[in-house]
């Protein structure tokens, strides 16, 4: 059993166009993240949930927005599209402070 | 807030060779720390961890770290690489409350043959 998964694995879709990214945990954590990383492999935060609440909102523009159904899921969903999005996107989980499980990646090409 | 400098964005070392990746940390309170791998293509993968006791940890691979408190550091050595190696190294630090990991820019290591 994969412990975080992502889907989609890769991810191609045209400016303007909305797409979620859907993360799932099977590990009993309660925080989850997601993080960007660009061409240059800088990861850099976005948003982080401890049992389904929000707790760390980086600036993001409002176009991305993560939902918490539950503490075993968090999803990304993005509106609008735009070139620079393009980026492989992680999701990550935790428990205290014992290191992160991450997903193995979802790659987004925004043509 | 804690924060991580990698020193070193590119290191190419040949294969069998001693390799050295340098990481330093900055964080007024107790720190945990973390180096992470990931492969061509793939996601992060946990090295190893200092959480407390030995400041010389283990972890997969061969790889082991030390960690300095003395001069914030915890930088990550393998006596022997393989060709295998070559993959990006990241640093990572949190505090014990571990709301937050704050990850360096990241060491691309390169195996030469």
């Given at each position: 059993d994969t412990a975080v998964s992502q889907t989609p694995k890769y991810l191609v879709t045209q400016m303007g166009n909305d797409k979620s990214i859907k993360c799932e945990q099977n590990?009993?954590?309660d925080t989850m993240y997601w993080y960007k990383q660009d061409s240059k492999k800088f990861l850099k935060i976005m948003f982080s949930y401890n049992n389904k609440e929000l707790i760390i909102n980086e600036t993001v523009p409002n176009r991305f927005s993560p939902k918490s159904p539950d503490k075993a899921h968090l999803n990304l969903h993005i509106n609008s599209l735009e070139l620079g999005d393009s980026a492989v996107y992680f999701c990550a989980s935790s428990q205290g402070a014992a290191g992160y499980t991450f997903g193995s990646g979802t790659r987004l090409t925004v043509v | 807030a804690q924060s991580v400098t990698q020193l070193d964005s590119q290191v190419p070392v040949f294969e069998e060779a001693p390799v050295e990746l340098r990481c330093n940390y900055s964080s007024s309170v107790s720190v945990y720390l973390f180096w992470y791998v990931q492969y061509p293509n793939q996601g992060l993968q946990l090295l190893l961890k200092y959480?407390?006791?030995?400041?010389l940890v283990k972890g997969i691979n061969g790889f082991e770290a030390e960690f300095n408190k003395s001069q914030t550091s915890f930088h990550l050595r393998k006596p022997s690489v393989h060709i295998s190696d070559t993959a990006e190294y990241f640093c990572a630090v949190t505090s014990n409350t571990g709301n937050q990991f704050y990850f360096g820019t990241g060491t691309s290591l390169t195996v030469i043959p």
């Amino acid at each position: 059993d994969t412990a975080v998964s992502q889907t989609p694995k890769y991810l191609v879709t045209q400016m303007g166009n909305d797409k979620s990214i859907k993360c799932e945990q099977n590990l009993g954590h309660d925080t989850m993240y997601w993080y960007k990383q660009d061409s240059k492999k800088f990861l850099k935060i976005m948003f982080s949930y401890n049992n389904k609440e929000l707790i760390i909102n980086e600036t993001v523009p409002n176009r991305f927005s993560p939902k918490s159904p539950d503490k075993a899921h968090l999803n990304l969903h993005i509106n609008s599209l735009e070139l620079g999005d393009s980026a492989v996107y992680f999701c990550a989980s935790s428990q205290g402070a014992a290191g992160y499980t991450f997903g193995s990646g979802t790659r987004l090409t925004v043509v | 807030a804690q924060s991580v400098t990698q020193l070193d964005s590119q290191v190419p070392v040949f294969e069998e060779a001693p390799v050295e990746l340098r990481c330093n940390y900055s964080s007024s309170v107790s720190v945990y720390l973390f180096w992470y791998v990931q492969y061509p293509n793939q996601g992060l993968q946990l090295l190893l961890k200092y959480l407390s006791g030995s400041t010389l940890v283990k972890g997969i691979n061969g790889f082991e770290a030390e960690f300095n408190k003395s001069q914030t550091s915890f930088h990550l050595r393998k006596p022997s690489v393989h060709i295998s190696d070559t993959a990006e190294y990241f640093c990572a630090v949190t505090s014990n409350t571990g709301n937050q990991f704050y990850f360096g820019t990241g060491t691309s290591l390169t195996v030469i043959p």
